[in-house]
């Protein structure tokens, strides 16, 4: 797992494991086991702390070729946003929360919810090929039409 430089006094993945301990129940395993799902997909998938403000500690970010998703806690869930969950396939119907938005997907897990692990992994894994795959196409312009050529003027000559 690579390591963010998001934040100057911790890396990011400290902030994330701090966040995990600081919750301390249900919420805070929910999250480690989804981190470590999440990392047994792709061991090399970066962590990110992100989204700090006065009000609010920050939101643990996994990333490769852009967001994976976030994992955010609240009071009855920990809900994991898949960035471009719009645009995978989930054909064991993880997606349960943000469905009717044009781009994110979200999961919702209650307290005593378990995830299908291996179908988890491979949401991430298909995640993580959609990031990819918008990252390895540069972007390149149409060539330029040419005008037609115009018969050159010349002083003094007939054709």
């Not at 939101?59 to 994992?71: A, E, K, L, R």
């Not at 991430?124 to 390895?136: D, F, W, Y």
């Amino acid at each position: 797992m690579k390591k963010s430089g998001a934040s100057q006094d911790k890396s990011a993945s400290e902030h994330i494991s701090k966040r995990i301990a600081e919750l301390g129940d249900w919420r805070g395993k929910t999250l480690g086991r989804m981190r470590k799902l999440i990392n047994e997909a792709d061991p090399g998938v970066v962590e990110e702390w992100k989204w700090v403000k006065a009000t609010k500690p920050g939101t643990p970010v996994w990333s490769h070729d852009g967001i994976i998703c976030t994992g955010e806690s609240y009071k009855a869930v920990v809900k994991l946003t898949f960035a471009k969950g719009a645009f995978l396939k989930d054909p064991a119907r993880l997606f349960n929360s943000s469905l009717e938005g044009n781009l994110r997907r979200a999961i919702d897990i209650p307290e005593g919810k378990d995830v299908d692990a291996s179908a988890f992994k491979a949401l991430v894994r298909e995640a993580i090929a959609l990031n990819s795959a918008g990252k390895s196409k540069p972007k390149t312009k149409a060539p330029a039409k040419k005008a037609p050529a115009k018969k050159a003027k010349t002083k003094g000559f007939r054709s």
